[in-house]
């Protein structure tokens, strides 16, 4: 079963930049996938980005493409997600989630969940 604790969250102006952590302990050779989702308000869980441990796969949500980096470091066992040029919209809390397929955007397809970090982007 694979730990996730995420950090970094916040409060940050509209255009500012914040970077999300993902530390992942109990980790598997199973655990191939890493995601990044976030969840507003009366709205439901959104994918956002996701990537492999080897990094030879990325994919990212159409409202976030080349604003957002989704990145491992495997020394560290973390995955991040560094967020820049941020909107109003892009309030939520950002969760980070494990699973055993690449490429999932779905969230039932991943299998291991952090408790979530909330981002607060004020205009």
């Known amino acids: 079963q694979v730990q996730l604790v995420e950090s970094g969250g916040g409060l940050v102006q509209a255009g500012g930049s914040l970077r999300l952590s993902c530390a992942a302990s109990?980790?598997?050779?199973?655990?191939?996938?890493m995601g990044w989702f976030r969840q507003a308000p009366g709205k439901e869980r959104e994918f956002i980005a996701t990537t492999t441990w080897s990094g030879g796969y990325t994919d990212y949500a159409t409202s976030v493409k080349g604003r957002f980096t989704i990145s491992t470091d495997n020394a560290k066992n973390a995955v991040y997600l560094q967020m820049n040029s941020l909107k109003p919209e892009d309030t939520a809390v950002y969760y980070c989630a494990a699973g055993r397929w690449v490429g999932q955007v779905i969230p039932d397809r991943y299998d291991n969940w952090g408790q979530g970090t909330q981002v607060t982007v004020s205009s």
């Open positions: 109990g980790r598997t050779s199973s655990n191939y996938a």
